[in-house]
């Protein structure tokens, strides 16, 4: 077999990426735990058609197909690969509202995959995290303000630069655009969404070929407001459109910023331009910046959808927010902002003196294991030097000597060097796990 | 849309299960880490001629496909997704050799996939923990003693039944069936492999078939022997058998049986009818029975592989093995032999007096988060009793009641009844998180 090279588009860490991948993930986890949301995962696969029933990105769907498929199988379902985690929740929910208690939280930790051609930062399989509020019939409006500040903590409690959520609410734009007499608002978020990439004159000419330059004017007024509290509402009120949708909207992201400013100031700004692609999004929606890597695009986006969710009569509200994950660490490992203190678990190696004294090297590691200290014996029973810089090679900071002859148990650090009797040894907390930074 | 159902082979768990799971994912992970292996994952996806290349799962394979794929795309490599880490995992290892330090060990806990018919009990997405050491040109043979002890710590460290870790090597099989003079021992392992579907006659005739009674009767004599210490090493000597390879094969099995029996008694069995499936496998082979549930089949399996990653002159033997996480919890949800302390991670719920008054619930709630006590607030101002039945439909133990009028902020047990002033107020140990039982 020759060297395999890697994937295009489908990414892999590194050993000591994937301890820093895996401690963010458990920060995350913590800190949705903390707000009740319950730990989910849906199988990687959904029918066609429920892939295919919503958004931009079906397109871009993997199918499957077994090897060895025969003629037998041809009434199989067809299946493809999740792009979302949104879609097979919502699914799920659907699937089993009998068994769920509402509102439900969940967080959700899993890898999407989606068929586009590779190019810089755009992967085929990467990791989402995303956490999610869904209740019966209806869903207040609270959940809407609530979730910023979950993903604001989550993301705080990582040594990451300081992110901001950029908000805004679907009614709000689509009541603005009706008020202007635009009958088709969906029209217009999409070309409003294109308006960091294409540049306001762009944006303008495309909405004034159709609709007359005034309306063009309003709607990138719109677009140009930013607050970090509810002065947005004045500014709106400025622009002279009216309608119930409008208010509505101005409203429901009015509550959004104020509660965000009470619980965890400069977290949130109202950002009328954002508009986010899918198209299942009602209400609030969401996109975060993270200081610095701005140009980068949103490591965080999401919203409120009324209709992702119904059967017959039933409807199941929601509201999520999704990291992108893959995306952000990406991101970080390349400018080195992004590290672990040390790139194995191992704290200890306790050296072997011969290989018939295995068994005690192997119950010293069992004993500081018991203590919850990671622990590995040496391979070999190679000169001293050799095991000390084993150690080194592999990031391991203790080395343990067992007792031999005259001398007691004795554990050095290897990084200062500095060698003492074992008994009543512990290390140093910090160096207990590999800690993020 | 209309309600969807579970597709056959695919298994998802309900919120509490998944809690579970996630418990037991966690266990394992530290039992993992505590031993120096570091967390590592591999893309879901492999290229086909990398998945086609060993092992009879490989006509179980799902390929994949863009669902907008065109002509320009023919040449695009194929691609499926893998069904077992040990061959990601060792092409892993072969496209990063220069960045690992060896023996690398590494823990992975990743979704796999199999295109099989689905019958009770086997998956076609399941979830795997494997662990794993490889080593560059060649592996010493302690790290297959270590293998079983790291297992047997992992799996007790769960309110599980006993674990008992049955162990072969492939070397002592192929010895003997050498040294009786047969030159194709890979078919007797094959036969063997199915003694106890089939039983012992119909095993023996047909080995007798081709290679005559005597040798038939050899063979089966020495699948028959079982032992948990040496003595398993005078029986086979008993049977009159000699070939290099064979004494190779009993001294490994040997060391591995004694080294389990003094650091983890009873917990490992030499049983030399073992022989599993893929011929990947070079020396050790693993099975684990979990008392009660041995009709299933193992749990855990594994083995060392001395040419599974090798690219030109480069060669990296390595040793494993593979929890089949879904298998194990599906036979344990069923059996009601695994669940949690409550359904959901969240600790306290604060009431509500009123939507006005939210963000006073709020920052309770957030004064609880802080102190690590998982905190939801109340979804709307119901009544008193609606908010405490909300609290029980959840599972979520404590209500906390912030101050009224003259009542200061209280806390109510809900499932004891008792209520307490909130000042100097703590969860119970065992209530600040669900455990496992």
């Known amino acids: 077999m020759t060297r395999p090279t890697p994937l ?3 990414p892999e860490w590194l050993p000591e990426q994937r ?19 319950s730990p989910l995962e849906t199988r990687a696969v959904e029918p066609l058609d429920q892939l295919l029933r919503k958004g931009e990105t079906s397109k871009e769907v993997y199918t499957l197909r077994r090897l060895q498929a025969t003629d037998d199988d041809a009434d199989e379902l067809s299946l493809g690969l999740h792009f979302d985690l949104t879609v097979p929740f919502a699914r799920y929910v659907l699937e089993n509202a009998g068994k769920l208690q509402f509102p439900f939280r969940r967080y959700q930790i899993q890898k999407v995959w989606r068929g586009e051609r590779p190019a810089a930062g755009r992967y085929r399989e990467f990791l989402q995290a995303d956490i999610d509020i869904v209740d019966r019939d209806t869903l207040p409006s ?43 608002p969906e029209e217009i978020l999409r070309i409003v969404d294109k308006l960091d990439k294409v540049g306001p004159s762009v944006v303008k000419d495309e909405i004034a070929q159709k609709h007359g330059e005034a309306r063009a004017d309003a709607c990138l007024a719109l677009a140009g407001i930013s607050a970090q509290d509810a002065s947005f509402v004045d500014e709106v009120r400025k622009l002279g459109v009216e309608h119930p949708l409008l208010d509505e909207g101005v409203a429901e992201l ?7 400013r009470e619980h965890s100031p400069g977290l949130v700004r109202a950002t009328l331009k954002i508009a986010r692609g899918l198209d299942y999004y009602t209400g609030t929606v969401y996109e975060t910046e993270l200081a610095g890597f701005e140009q980068f695009g949103s490591i965080c986006s999401g919203g409120r959808y009324d209709n992702l969710a119904s059967a017959g009569k ?21 400018a080195d902002a992004l590290s672990v203190s040390r790139p194995v678990p191992t ?33 070999a029973p190679a000169k001293l030097g050799k095991q000390i810089r084993h150690a080194e090679r592999r990031g391991i900071p203790f080395v343990w000597f067992p007792a031999n002859g005259e001398n007691p148990d004795q554990v050095k650090d290897i990084r200062s060097g500095e060698q003492v009797d074992a008994e009543g040894w512990a290390p140093p907390a910090e160096d207990i796990a590999p800690t993020l930074r």
């Not at 301890?19 to 800190?31: F, I, K, M, Y």
């Not at 609530?146 to 901001?164: K, N």
């Not at 999520?320 to 994950?325: C, L």
């Open 314 to 334: 039933d409807v199941f509200p929601g509201v999520g927010i999704s990291i992108g994950v893959s995306r952000l660490l990406g991101l970080l490992f390349k």
């Open 19 to 37: 301890l820093a991948e895996q401690q963010v993930l458990d920060r995350l986890r913590r800190t949705f735990e903390l707000y009740g949301f």
């Open 142 to 184: 609270h959940y809407e303000a609530e979730i910023p500040l979950v993903i604001g903590d989550a993301l705080r409690a990582l040594p990451i630069p300081p992110v901001t959520i950029l908000v805004n609410n679907r009614k709000l734009c689509e009541g603005f655009y009706r008020g202007l007499g635009i009958e088709d």
């Open 254 to 260: 009015a509550a959004v910023v104020e509660t965000a």
């Open 347 to 379: 704290a200890v190696l306790v050296a072997l003196w011969s290989e018939e004294e295995r068994a005690v090297s192997n119950r010293i590691a069992a004993s500081l294991r018991a203590r919850g200290i990671a622990t590995e014996v040496a391979p």
């Open 8 to 10: 295009s588009g489908f």
